[in-house]
């Protein structure tokens, strides 16, 4: 029997539409928006002015402390201006803003597509590579990926997972990664593994991937301590927490991380930007994304600059179709939607998603009839129709003592209840309030 978490999941229609489209690249725009947060925790801080000249890899904007990340210009050319730009949530944010000229890449970059896989970094080596690329979690999280590496004193990692699951229906890069680059996500699994100082390395795939599982299983045999876990398909596989739970039985107690049990996790995409980071001084200022849609002509897979503006990816899709009523940035499960075209791709852009409007449209929210469903699908063993009700009464003491900040949004409380209510929407609001609270005591 297959692996899968323990508690709770849902299944949607996956529409893997893209996942046999190899990925492309995207052609380089002439003008990129490269925000200063791409990231979980403090903005970078911009080190360039109007004018400067940039090369391609070139740092310009510095972490601002442990838990932020560097940014670098994924393009040559001239800084046009550092201004205040609207981001795909509709708020302003300080971003950088580059005309191209020419593509010249910083001489360190490696551009030769020749593998290397004898590891000479140190440890310590490996973290500051990582940490001076750039490098976040490329799941969709955005968290820097040293932080991770950085192991506390007193805690020790046991096992590095590659969380290759990619549940969230529609996207396909991930996918597509593990096809075409499997030796340099092994490699780079393994320079994860040397600065954890682990043994053993799990990479995660769901079954609805057997090309994957097939190719990554073989490819893993050239590798000492990797290996490669089918995994059920269930929704959200992905979540930490639940990867945890399908691969080693542990379970990571409320408000804790992974390293609490001895678990480390990176995604797939993270650990072939590590490889290129370690072994080729390359920093993070490209990606792999998937288009998608329905209605898309061409659901493809394009690996793009950062800054980029989504226009161009439904351009290089097909164009946007004329139902579409929504442009979501991630997948449907746990993306938002985008408030323009003319925002730009950054580093956490797993996906684009363009949806009809039949699609989009929400139904009328009833009265609760107490079913359970919502309780029964929770992957955190919450009890969202409660939660629901706190948030709205503004109750946060007792969102907080229910443990609301345990909730990863995944959506199958809303995805499931035949009420149609917004649950989701809800704890989201609650959460974030008391978050804020949380935060204030410190």
Not at 50 to 56: A, I, R, S, T, W
Not at 281 to 301: D, H, M, Q, Y
Not at 370 to 394: Q, T
Request: glycine share 8%.
């Amino acid at each position: 029997m297959l692996k899968t978490f323990s508690i709770g999941g849902i299944h949607p229609e996956e529409n893997k539409l893209s996942a046999n489209s190899a990925i492309q690249v995207l052609p380089i725009p002439q003008t990129v928006t490269i925000p200063i947060a791409q990231h979980i925790g403090a903005p970078a801080k911009p080190i360039v002015k109007k004018g400067d000249e940039v090369k391609v890899g070139q740092v310009i904007a510095q972490s601002s402390g442990f838990v932020s990340a560097n940014i670098h210009s994924s393009v040559s050319g001239t800084v046009f201006k550092v201004d205040d730009v609207m981001d795909g949530t509709g708020f302003r944010r300080t971003s950088i803003i580059i005309k191209v000229d020419g593509d010249e890449w910083m001489e360190s970059i490696d551009r030769s597509e020749a593998l290397v896989t004898e590891i000479s970094a140190s440890k310590e080596e490996i973290i500051k590579r990582v940490a001076d690329s750039g490098i976040v979690g490329l799941g969709g999280a955005t968290f820097p990926a040293h932080v991770k590496l950085s192991v506390p004193p007193g805690k020790t990692a046991e096992v590095l997972i590659i969380n290759a699951v990619e549940c969230e229906p529609y996207l396909t890069s991930d996918h597509r990664v593990m096809l075409e680059k499997a030796d340099e996500v092994m490699v780079g699994t393994e320079i994860l593994m040397k600065a954890l100082e682990v043994k053993r390395a799990i990479i995660g795939i769901e079954n609805n991937k057997p090309d994957a599982i097939a190719h990554m299983t073989q490819i893993a045999t050239k590798y000492a301590g990797i290996e490669v876990c089918p995994l059920k398909t269930q929704y959200p596989q992905g979540g930490e927490k639940q990867l945890i739970s399908a691969t080693l039985k542990r379970e990571v107690p409320s408000g804790a991380l992974p390293i609490e049990v001895g678990a480390v996790v990176q995604n797939v995409g993270t650990a072939l930007a590590v490889y290129e980071a370690v072994q080729k001084n390359k920093p993070l200022f490209e990606r792999v994304a998937t288009i998608t849609g329905k209605s898309l002509k061409n659901p493809s897979n394009w690996k793009f600059r950062v800054g980029t503006p989504v226009s161009d990816i439904i351009e290089a899709a097909g164009g946007m179709p004329e139902d579409t009523a929504k442009i979501v940035g991630g997948g449907p499960m746990m993306g938002k939607a985008l408030v323009s075209v003319d925002v730009p791709l950054t580093k956490g852009s797993s996906g684009l998603l363009l949806l009809a409007k039949e699609e989009t449209a929400r139904k009328a929210t009833k009265a609760c009839i107490r079913c359970g469903k919502c309780v029964s699908v929770c992957p955190m063993g919450l009890e969202p129709y409660l939660l629901m009700v706190l948030a709205d009464k503004k109750d946060y003491e007792r969102l907080e003592n229910d443990a609301v900040m345990d909730c990863m949004e995944c959506g199958s409380c809303s995805f499931t209840c035949p009420a149609t209510r917004p649950l989701l929407d809800y704890i989201r609001l609650g959460k974030g309030k008391v978050g804020q609270i949380m935060r204030s005591r410190k």
